[in-house]
């Protein structure tokens, strides 16, 4: 492998693509010397601030640009598979965005064509890196039953993310955060899903907004999963998680900023200043690709979430129990 910087393409210039240029331009060994948005000026304005080759609006030049070992992805949720494939087609390694798509049918094509092509895929789950995430996550390696949460503040209903097919409201767009999550917990893979839940913050939407969920993992796990926008006001937790497992629990809260131990006898509390979610997934991908090795995340764990997800919203229409 050769010791020169990476060189990556960026498509999706908007809030999540100016965080990604910020995070590779901090971990070093790779820069972005392309980026491309159907909106010119996005392309441009991170073009002016990190260097580099170009802008474009043409997503085609990225993709067949020859120089380029990666591409990001961060445009809204239809159009991730879609570019997902075409990169690994055109033999760039990818990191994409959560969620890997919003079907499981196009989650499963890009992992195919990822495969296919002998190229890198990362889901970006960045809550994989919260330091105190993992440290619950080593504390109790068997968790017997799991409880986890995501309430966002009521989305604005002229949001992209409320677009039916460009972002599948709350649960759709946010859920797979923490299903992965919860699925990573239990290290096991889920079974059985049951959930109730609906349009309940926007009557009338086609797509679910909230979702209480029952999970049943292969491990004999189960986990209780809470996703909305239905939050109001700092008393509710953005983020909590709990597990309880070998006679240990560990609770996470003040957006996973916190967390309280015990271990059987002792209890006790820890806190970090900031999390550092972005800047790490991006070294774990930069780092992986310089060593020629598969990043700790791959399209697998970017099916499961979506599987999940869609799950519960099948649960939530038919008042079934979901085989997964
Ligand atoms: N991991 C996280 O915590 C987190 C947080 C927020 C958003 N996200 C994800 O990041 C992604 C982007 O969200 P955002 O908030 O940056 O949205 P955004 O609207 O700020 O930016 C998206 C950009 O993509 C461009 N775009 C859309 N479709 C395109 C296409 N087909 N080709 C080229 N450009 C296209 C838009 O013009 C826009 O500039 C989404 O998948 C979202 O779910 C993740």
């Known amino acids: ?33 392309a980026f491309a948005d159907a909106v010119p000026a996005a392309a441009e304005r991170l073009l002016a601030e990190h260097g580099g080759g170009y802008a474009t609006a043409d997503v085609a030049r990225l993709l067949n640009d020859p120089d380029l070992d990666a591409v990001y992805i961060c445009t809204h949720h239809d159009s991730h ?34 495969e296919e092509a002998g190229v890198r895929l990362m889901p970006a789950f960045k809550m994989r890196y919260y330091p105190l995430l ?88 189960v986990a209780s ?26 609770q996470l809260y003040d957006r996973f900023k916190a967390a309280t131990f015990y271990d059987g006898a002792r209890e006790w509390s820890e806190r970090v200043d900031e999390e550092e979610g972005f800047l790490l997934e991006n070294r774990e991908f930069i780092a992986a690709l310089r060593a020629g090795r598969a990043p700790e995340l791959d399209a697998a764990d970017g099916i499961q979430a979506t599987r999940m997800v869609l799950a519960a ?5 038919t008042g079934q129990v979901q085989r997964l």
């Open 1 to 33: 492998m050769s010791a020169r910087d990476l060189r990556f393409g960026l498509i999706g210039c908007g809030n999540l693509g100016a965080v990604h240029a910020r995070c590779v331009s901090r971990v070093g060994g790779a820069r972005f010397t």
């Open 81 to 114: 598979a879609p570019l997902a494939i075409a990169a690994a087609q055109a033999g760039k390694h990818v990191l994409i965005e959560k969620p890997l798509s919003l079907s499981v049918e196009e989650c499963e094509a890009v992992a195919a064509a990822v």
């Open 134 to 221: 993992r440290q619950a996550r080593d504390f109790i390696p068997e968790p017997q039953v799991i409880v986890g949460q995501m309430m966002d503040d009521r989305w604005r209903d002229d949001a992209w993310a409320q677009d039916p097919v460009r972002g599948g409201a709350n649960v759709y767009s946010q859920g797979c955060h923490t299903t992965d999550v919860i699925r990573w917990m239990a290290r096991s893979e889920p079974e059985l899903l049951w959930a109730a839940g609906g349009a309940m913050t926007h009557p009338g939407h086609p797509r679910i907004d909230q979702c209480v969920a029952s999970i049943r993992f292969a491990s004999g796990a």
């Open 225 to 250: 999963w809470i996703q909305g926008d239905a939050a109001l006001g700092r008393m509710t937790g953005k983020f909590f998680l709990e597990l309880f497992g070998g006679g240990r629990s560990v």
């Open 313 to 317: 919203d099948r649960a939530i229409r």
